[in-house]
């Protein structure tokens, strides 16, 4: 009943396209943190100026679907001579190219305000006592800002990777052979729906498992003075105070 | 042409056609809502049941939703569909191949996927509903039923709300995705649009405009909402 030679033919050719996935996720995952480091900072930052550029960033990519803008950007930039001339053709006049900056900014608007969640999180009480023992405002962001900050927006970082992953399939509509293309492809060819989506489905959800041990292991390695001590490792002794004569 | 032109309502403009995909897709995500919300509340319950197998059921549901690409999903209910369609057409000695309305297999697609979104708002409203009250109904008698009509459901829906708020913008982006079968929504008008004017950047900011409007005024009436419903609670000390 089950046809095992065509499920295997299925997902070698399935396989064969997943570099392509991954590459997608990882450069629009990395130029997308990137991005969204830029917009956050103008979005808490103090002067309105920079601060409602980023408010209007953020709306514009997280109100619309992400498909509108890679059409947006893939069949719409492309009608200007004037984007054609410029150096910004060498990355849009690829599929590829396009669905990895738009994949980059949609994302980054969603990340930007996982960040700044995590950033209202950090206590004011901290950054006082940083201010307090004299850090220059450089210092006070890497060493007490920003590792609680990480740590707070680590959770809600990993649904946002694995939003990602499921978005990469829309680079598919703009004639990138990912996943999804291929597996498009083989239904409609084949008109064998439910073994090609196992097939599919499968490699997907394995990479999205991936994505959260990946993000889980490195919360767990950011967060040892959270856990409790395992047992039978001896504690250093606490030296005693000596009496004072 | 110029831009006024192409945006009009009358034969020569584009904006009648806009404005019934922009219907449309409000249609779609509305029916998609309403299936996640059904399929979505059974989900929850299955996560909280207390017997292991239907736990393991609702958190399969959940990854198999949640951890699958809309669009995957969405190809398996158009191509599949087809296909169970025509087997029983075949069945009952029809002939051919049989096409399944794109608008009933996008609503399904979309409101799978919502439901699987819609079950954890759900999950955490009940987690949320204060045990003693619960307590309290059994203690003065309360039936099973007029327990969850008079005590959770109410609770249920008020601590739901914001949860189904960011559901409700997930689907009604989610449903530009129909397009690729074809539905004429926001999506694919604006696909339509831009490919027979040639004017591919100007209906692409045109559509994304729409579902701009669509998103910020079904947030600022989800906000209401939200007020109505917790105009009767005590104001968190902490916002204050």
């Given at each position: 009943?089950?046809?095992?030679?065509?499920?295997?033919?299925?997902?070698?050719?399935?396989?064969?396209?997943?570099?392509?996935?991954?590459?997608?996720?990882?450069?629009?995952?990395?130029?997308?943190?990137?991005?969204?480091?830029?917009?956050?900072?103008?979005?808490?930052?103090?002067?309105?100026?920079?601060?409602?550029?980023?408010?209007?960033?953020?709306?514009?990519?997280?109100?619309?679907?992400?498909?509108?803008?890679?059409?947006?950007?893939?069949?719409?930039?492309?009608?200007?001579?004037?984007?054609?001339?410029?150096?910004?053709?060498?990355?849009?006049?690829?599929?590829?190219?396009?669905?990895?900056?738009?994949?980059?900014?949609?994302?980054?608007?969603?990340?930007?305000?996982?960040?700044?969640?995590?950033?209202?999180?950090?206590?004011?009480?901290?950054?006082?006592?940083?201010?307090?023992?004299?850090?220059?405002?450089?210092?006070?962001?890497?060493?007490?800002?920003?590792?609680?900050?990480?740590?707070?927006?680590?959770?809600?970082?990993?649904?946002?990777?694995?939003?990602?992953?499921?978005?990469?399939?829309?680079?598919?509509?703009?004639?990138?052979?990912?996943?999804?293309?291929?597996?498009?492809?083989?239904?409609?060819?084949?008109?064998?729906?439910?073994?090609?989506?196992?097939?599919?489905?499968?490699?997907?959800?394995?990479?999205?498992?991936?994505?959260?041990?990946?993000?889980?292991?490195?919360?767990?390695?950011?967060?040892?003075?959270?856990?409790?001590?395992?047992?039978?490792?001896?504690?250093?002794?606490?030296?005693?105070?000596?009496?004072?004569? | 042409?110029?831009?006024?032109?192409?945006?009009?309502?009358?034969?020569?403009?584009?904006?009648?056609?806009?404005?019934?995909?922009?219907?449309?897709?409000?249609?779609?995500?509305?029916?998609?809502?309403?299936?996640?919300?059904?399929?979505?509340?059974?989900?929850?319950?299955?996560?909280?049941?207390?017997?292991?197998?239907?736990?393991?059921?609702?958190d399969a549901y959940s990854i198999l939703f949640r951890g699958i690409p809309e669009l995957l999903v969405i190809y398996l209910f158009y191509f599949g569909g087809a296909s169970v369609v025509s087997a029983i057409n075949h069945w009952f000695g029809g002939q051919g191949y049989v096409d399944v309305p794109p608008f009933l297999v996008g609503a399904i697609a979309v409101g799978l996927i919502s439901a699987s979104y819609q079950a954890e708002v759900y999950r955490g409203a009940f987690i949320a509903v204060a045990k003693g009250e619960l307590e309290a109904a059994l203690a003065i008698g309360m039936s099973r039923g007029m327990r969850i009509r008079r005590v959770l459901i109410p609770q249920i829906w008020r601590y739901a709300l914001p949860g189904l708020g960011n559901v409700w913008q997930m689907s009604l982006k989610d449903s530009a995705l129909i397009s690729v079968i074809g539905l004429v929504e926001l999506m694919r008008a604006?696909?339509?649009?831009?490919?027979?004017?040639?004017?591919?950047?100007?209906?692409?900011?045109?559509?994304?405009?729409?579902?701009?409007?669509?998103?910020?005024?079904?947030?600022?009436?989800?906000?209401?909402?939200?007020?109505?419903?917790?105009?009767?609670?005590?104001?968190?000390?902490?916002?204050?």
């Amino acid at each position: 009943m089950i046809d095992f030679a065509f499920l295997a033919d299925t997902m070698l050719k399935l396989l064969g396209a997943l570099p392509t996935t991954l590459t997608l996720f990882f450069s629009s995952l990395v130029l997308g943190l990137l991005l969204s480091l830029g917009v956050v900072a103008m979005r808490v930052s103090r002067w309105w100026f920079l601060s409602m550029p980023a408010r209007f960033y953020i709306m514009l990519f997280r109100g619309t679907p992400l498909l509108i803008q890679m059409f947006l950007i893939y069949y719409g930039l492309g009608q200007f001579p004037a984007i054609r001339d410029s150096f910004l053709w060498v990355v849009l006049k690829s599929p590829y190219g396009c669905a990895v900056v738009s994949l980059a900014m949609c994302t980054a608007g969603y990340t930007a305000e996982i960040i700044r969640g995590g950033l209202q999180s950090v206590p004011h009480g901290q950054i006082e006592a940083g201010q307090a023992v004299g850090m220059n405002p450089w210092t006070l962001l890497w060493r007490v800002i920003a590792p609680v900050t990480l740590r707070q927006a680590l959770p809600a970082y990993s649904t946002e990777a694995i939003l990602l992953v499921k978005s990469t399939a829309l680079a598919s509509l703009v004639t990138v052979w990912d996943v999804t293309g291929v597996a498009q492809q083989i239904i409609q060819r084949t008109y064998r729906t439910m073994e090609v989506f196992i097939c599919a489905a499968l490699i997907y959800l394995v990479l999205n498992f991936l994505v959260v041990r990946a993000v889980a292991w490195i919360e767990h390695r950011l967060s040892p003075h959270l856990r409790e001590r395992p047992q039978g490792v001896p504690t250093k002794p606490v030296p005693e105070a000596t009496p004072h004569s | 042409m110029n831009l006024l032109q192409m945006l009009s309502f009358g034969d020569t403009g584009w904006g009648m056609a806009l404005l019934k995909a922009a219907a449309m897709t409000l249609l779609l995500t509305l029916a998609a809502l309403l299936i996640g919300a059904l399929v979505g509340s059974l989900v929850a319950t299955a996560k909280l049941s207390r017997r292991r197998g239907v736990r393991y059921l609702g958190d399969a549901y959940s990854i198999l939703f949640r951890g699958i690409p809309e669009l995957l999903v969405i190809y398996l209910f158009y191509f599949g569909g087809a296909s169970v369609v025509s087997a029983i057409n075949h069945w009952f000695g029809g002939q051919g191949y049989v096409d399944v309305p794109p608008f009933l297999v996008g609503a399904i697609a979309v409101g799978l996927i919502s439901a699987s979104y819609q079950a954890e708002v759900y999950r955490g409203a009940f987690i949320a509903v204060a045990k003693g009250e619960l307590e309290a109904a059994l203690a003065i008698g309360m039936s099973r039923g007029m327990r969850i009509r008079r005590v959770l459901i109410p609770q249920i829906w008020r601590y739901a709300l914001p949860g189904l708020g960011n559901v409700w913008q997930m689907s009604l982006k989610d449903s530009a995705l129909i397009s690729v079968i074809g539905l004429v929504e926001l999506m694919r008008a604006s696909q339509v649009a831009a490919g027979s004017t040639r004017q591919y950047f100007t209906f692409y900011i045109v559509g994304g405009v729409c579902y701009l409007i669509l998103t910020g005024l079904s947030g600022r009436l989800f906000n209401l909402a939200e007020s109505r419903v917790q105009r009767t609670q005590r104001r968190n000390p902490a916002q204050s």
